[in-house]
């Protein structure tokens, strides 16, 4: 595969290299397919070996086997993607390229003027993370790290990494609203949180607060208990908190009459022309005792 660098803080590649696709993802469930007929790639692979894999009762298991076909398979899939992908997460570590997703139609990186360069520090925290957990790899092949009584972990490791890698390469970095900081109130607009990275954070760069996606969400649902949502509204709200409640609690609530509640206009397109309709909203520090209060029941129970 060719690579071609033009010496101006842009860089211009030949399609060769970008029309593959990843090989380390698993299968799209909804079954769609690409302009071209293909299908379209699913969630980057993580490969979460359990000894349960290589048999449900221990005396059943292979001796001296720490990883199961299925998992190596996995893990051989996802270091196959390894050359390119630490490619493009040098080039991006630098902001040097536009990348368009693997498996787009076209599979080609459109150069962009940039002056100066700048430095993206999320590329190159994902490529380090990625090359320190290529590392406990070694010189093995896959077939060799399956006796290692570490192999699991290193296939988790790896794997988690190069997941974190790809979703930087194919997500363009876009401003996402955050709320305000429950520090100092600013206003945070970042990169789009990955919520199912553990290392990534929602941070401010006025006052140094720095929180995980999850407890972020519940800081902003603490700051905001007066807030009126819908029932749609509420329950978006405090799952992604991760705390619990339902719509159907929340119904039942209602019926009961145990939840006060007003109406809110909502605008709304009707036969071509906006109009207002009224809705119920519901207080948020209320539906959240409320679901503390079922939770605390059924834990009891």
């Given amino acids: 595969m060719t690579h071609h660098r033009i010496p101006q803080p842009t860089s211009c590649f030949s399609g060769d290299p970008y029309s593959r696709r990843w090989s380390g993802r698993h299968p799209h469930e909804s079954g769609r397919r690409l302009p071209d007929g293909t299908p379209e790639p699913g969630k980057p692979i993580i490969v979460n070996c359990k000894p349960t894999h290589l048999g449900d009762n221990e005396e059943d298991r292979p001796a001296g086997v720490y990883l199961c076909d299925d998992c190596a398979d996995q893990l051989q899939q996802v270091l196959a993607d390894l050359p390119a992908l630490l490619r493009d997460l040098g080039d991006a570590t630098c902001k040097q390229t536009a990348f368009v997703q693997h498996g787009s139609r076209h599979g080609q990186q459109q150069a962009r003027d940039e002056a100066p360069v700048d430095f993206n520090p999320s590329a190159s925290h994902a490529r380090a993370k990625l090359l320190t957990a290529v590392r406990r790899l070694g010189s093995r092949t896959v077939h060799q790290l399956v006796v290692d009584p570490t192999a699991a972990e290193i296939a988790h490791e790896i794997t988690v990494a190069a997941s974190r890698g790809q979703r930087i390469i194919d997500s363009p970095p876009s401003l996402w609203f955050y709320g305000a900081c429950p520090e100092c109130r600013t206003e ?114």
């Avoid at 991760?242 to 939840?259: A, C, F, H, P």
């Avoid at 071509?272 to 939770?295: F, S, T």
């Fill in 188 to 301: 945070l607009y970042l990169e789009r949180i990955d919520g199912d990275d553990p290392e990534a954070t929602i941070h401010c760069d006025s006052c140094g607060y720095a929180a995980n996606l999850q407890a972020h969400n519940r800081a902003q649902l603490n700051a905001g208990e007066d807030r009126m949502l819908t029932v749609t509204e509420l329950v978006s709200a405090i799952t992604t908190a991760g705390e619990v409640v339902t719509r159907n609690q929340i119904d039942g609530w209602i019926r009961r009459g145990g939840l006060p509640r007003e109406q809110r206009p909502i605008p709304r397109w009707r036969d071509g022309r906006l109009v207002a309709e009224l809705v119920y909203v519901y207080r948020l520090g209320d539906v959240r005792d409320l679901a503390l209060q079922a939770e605390i029941r059924k834990a009891s129970a």
